[in-house]
């Protein structure tokens, strides 16, 4: 982890930063992670006191987990920064942000900073939340890690605005990543990378 001088700059951040060991521990979150994560309804589960020590992986949905891992191993290998847009709205704001992953001294881990590059009130069209719609066979409701879209049930290849489900407290909630978000965040830049 890195000196006591250099978390105060990332504390000094208004962005939601964090410290990875090499094995993609979280290590340290910086003042903003817990701001922000109240600002959105967030659990305690998801507060700095109760992700460090948890791998990164753990919170990262499975259609991701590959994603992050290549994104890593390439700032490693690389030995420089790269970054990712990616989208992270609430139930009532849009909001796009700029991963940022900083390589630590060699052996040392990582450092991620999360910047907002867009903000400004959705405009999708909202529908009504009907868990018999949503449900799965499991009682889970599934949303998208990105867009926050909501998929149905009974046609997991529809997803749809469902607000409502972002705005309550419900503890069935799982993310999945939708296939738009897949192929407009996530595809584009394998394809780059495999260029």
Known sequence: MPSAA???VLDASPYACFVLSE???ITYC???WDRFAREQGGTAAVMARNIVGKNLLDFVPTDLKSFYREMIDRVRAQGRPIGHDYECSSASVFRLYHLQVYPLKSGSGFVVENSLRVEHPHDRVARE???ALYSDTNGFIVCCANCRRTRRATDPTI????PAYLESKL???SHGVCPLCLEFYYRPVIKTWAA
């Open 6 to 8: 250099p978390l105060a």
């Open 23 to 25: 094995s993609l521990d």
């Open 159 to 162: 997803w749809d605005w469902v």
């Open 171 to 173: 503890l069935n909630i």
């Open 30 to 32: 910086n003042v903003a």
């Open 129 to 131: 939340p009907h868990d």
